[in-house]
């Protein structure tokens, strides 16, 4: 009886025993377990990839959307007419650039609807001031000092604000009546392209490349024949920080007038801005109701190394080739660039004003003659 049941539990043992898991069995489970781990892991890799680059292009947006909204308020105020006769306030737009080449821009603001009809029609006028401070490794911060008032019965009060950090670039162009096209070269002899200075009141020093301008001493006290442009277009790039993860330097020599450049890589680089080109010509400026719209620029294909800013044609896992006329853009310089110098990429933001009651130069004022 016994023998009989120790019979039946080894013959049971047995049978459990042998319906277990082979080691070809346990082998596959494992890799199959690798595999959809590795799959995991990849996805989840590249998820936070995504995540980290939507964030630094939404930081990137941000600082942008900071310049454009300051510059918004204080050109939506803009003054472009004297104030009335009972003040010697003159008001100007300037742009100009600084000692580093870098652009300027200066003009006189009225004071909101509310504040005019509480001080009056003359009261609350300030002069306000974009300029550019270096702050290391070709990036640049953007200031606006404001002068409270003009009214020299009032005394004024400076401020200095930073208005944002890091920026790559920040340019001003201007559309004249001439004008047909932002992406024609401002040098174009044809004086179709926009401008990148601004004077008017027509007369001052150091603005006899300006197409406006009057060789007359008297000229910049003489207002009514001041010009504004209609539309002020303002470009600023930012180099998101997935961008200055992506480490990109020359890999040969380039001098001035080099037309092919040798890069380690162009991983971040943008390889077609036909869709801005189409942009830039079809639409160049906002309707008449509209006072502000964001666009894309007219060439997204440009390139920093050191301080020169260069616009490409073509590219190359490890090649930019340059277009015609493209080096030293942006208002930069052509110069020798040696063998690992750093090569940055940016995300361009472009945005595009109307001027308020714009003085259009025409025949009298182009004409008139000043005593």
């Not at 953007?142 to 401020?159: A, K, M, P, V």
């Not at 179709?192 to 009141?201: A, F, L, R, V």
């Not at 190359?316 to 853009?329: D, F, K, M, Q, V």
């Not at 595009?352 to 003659?369: A, D, Y």
Request: one cysteine or more; a negative charge; aromatic letters at 8%.
């Amino acid at each position: 009886m016994n023998s009989n049941r120790r019979k039946i539990s080894f013959q049971a043992r047995s049978g459990m025993i042998g319906k277990g898991f082979t080691l070809v069995e346990l082998l596959a489970a494992c890799a199959t377990l690798a595999i959809l781990g590795i799959m995991l892991a990849s996805m989840m890799y590249n998820g936070l990839n995504m995540w980290r680059q939507a964030r630094s292009r939404r930081e990137a947006y941000d600082i942008a959307q900071t310049v454009f909204t300051t510059l918004r308020d204080d050109l939506a105020s803009l003054k472009t007419v004297e104030v009335g006769n009972d003040t010697d306030v003159h008001v100007w737009m300037i742009c100009n650039r600084d000692e580093n080449n870098r652009q300027r821009l200066s003009f006189v603001r009225g004071p909101s609807k509310l504040e005019a009809s509480v001080a009056g029609r003359n009261k609350g006028l300030m002069s306000v001031m974009y300029y550019q401070v270096p702050n290391g490794d070709g990036l640049v911060s953007l200031h606006r000092i404001t002068t409270s008032s003009l009214d020299d019965t009032e005394e004024t009060d400076d401020q200095d604000i930073v208005v944002a950090h890091d920026l790559m670039y920040l340019g001003f162009l201007f559309w004249t009546p001439e004008t047909k096209r932002w992406d024609i070269p401002v040098s174009d002899p044809s004086n179709t392209g926009p401008e990148d200075q601004w004077d008017s009141t027509r007369g001052m020093n150091g603005f006899e490349s300006f197409r406006y301008h009057v060789y007359s001493a008297d000229s910049a006290n003489y207002r009514f024949d001041d010009v504004f442009p209609e539309l002020i277009r303002v470009t600023v790039v930012v180099e998101p920080r997935d961008y200055r993860a992506t480490f990109c330097q020359l890999t040969t020599d380039i001098g001035p007038t080099s037309t092919d450049i040798g890069v380690s890589n162009t991983t971040k680089f943008p390889a077609d801005d036909s869709l801005a080109r189409k942009l830039a010509t079809i639409s160049p400026v906002p309707t008449e109701h509209e006072h502000h719209y964001l666009e894309q620029l007219e060439s997204l294909q440009h390139v920093r190394i050191e301080d020169e800013w260069i616009r490409y044609s073509n590219l190359g896992p490890n090649s930019l080739t340059i277009e015609p006329g493209g080096r030293g853009a942006r208002g930069t310089i052509p110069a020798d660039h040696g063998l690992g110098a750093e090569v940055h990429v940016g995300q361009p933001f472009t945005f595009t004003f109307r001027i308020p009651w714009h003085h259009r130069p025409n025949q009298h004022t182009l004409g008139c003659s000043i005593e």
